[in-house]
């Protein structure tokens, strides 16, 4: 079995700011870990993943995440904010090859102030 | 290059119409598709899940189902929705690699 905890619902930063939405994880195996982002109205986009190679993975637009195994921790950051940033951001889970595979967290609505 | 399209990409519906959802993959075979809907405020729920033509496992009980009439197609339907039917609605393939691809999602609205 597997879990994702986003432990934040809503972000919100100032323009310029650094961005860090947290995402914890358990997981009976080594799992493949997922940013995805869903901006308003539209499907989901893959940010970046982690399968195993480098610990701190760089995404699009300037996001990385840095795998923690000892916090099981799967967090996402960026130096410098943007407007076009705004949006919903799911912290997912891949382990094993059944429909039980994928489990989402409940995501973190990022709102980036002027 | 493999692709997913899903449509429409809105739609608002009365109580009790009728509902059809469909999603077809492009540059793959015998891939493994998946139905999920996320209510407001809340993650990816994982509807159905389908390994092969006519194969289909459904993941909740609810007012939904699914068919899959081609190898690259997936369809979700209901009869007569509910309400609490509203959502976005997001058909996935899964890679061999391991991760998943997404459709651009319908949000449905019922009123």
């Known amino acids: 079995a597997q879990s994702v905890t986003q432990l934040d619902s809503h972000v919100s930063v100032s323009e310029g700011t650094p961005v860090l939405l947290r995402c914890n994880y358990s997981s009976s195996y080594s799992p493949s870990l997922f940013w995805y982002v869903q901006h308003p109205n539209k499907g989901l986009q893959l940010l970046l993943k982690?399968?195993?190679?480098?610990?701190l993975v760089k995404g699009i637009n300037g996001f990385e995440a840095e795998f923690k195994k000892s916090e099981t921790s799967f967090h996402l950051t960026k130096p410098s904010a943007h407007m076009s940033d705004a949006a919903e951001y799911f912290c997912v889970v891949i382990s094993g090859w059944g429909r039980r595979a994928l489990t989402f967290g409940s995501g973190t609505r990022l709102q980036v102030q002027p | 290059s493999q692709t997913i399209h899903q449509w429409p990409a809105t739609l608002v519906q009365p109580v009790g119409s009728p509902l059809s959802l469909e999603c077809t993959v492009e540059g793959t075979s015998n891939p493994n598709l998946y139905w999920y809907r996320q209510a407001a405020g809340r993650g990816l729920q994982l509807l159905f899940y389908?390994?092969?033509?006519?194969?289909i496992s459904s993941e909740v009980p609810q007012n939904l189902s699914a068919s899959r009439p081609q190898d690259r197609q997936f369809i979700l339907s209901s009869k007569k929705l509910l309400l609490s039917d509203s959502g976005f609605y997001l058909c996935?393939?899964?890679?061999?690699?391991?991760?998943?691809?997404f459709g651009s999602g319908t949000r449905l609205t019922v009123v």
């Open positions: 996935a393939w899964r890679e061999r690699q391991g991760g998943y691809t």
């Open positions: 389908s390994v092969g033509i006519g194969q």
């Open positions: 982690y399968t195993s190679a480098a610990t």
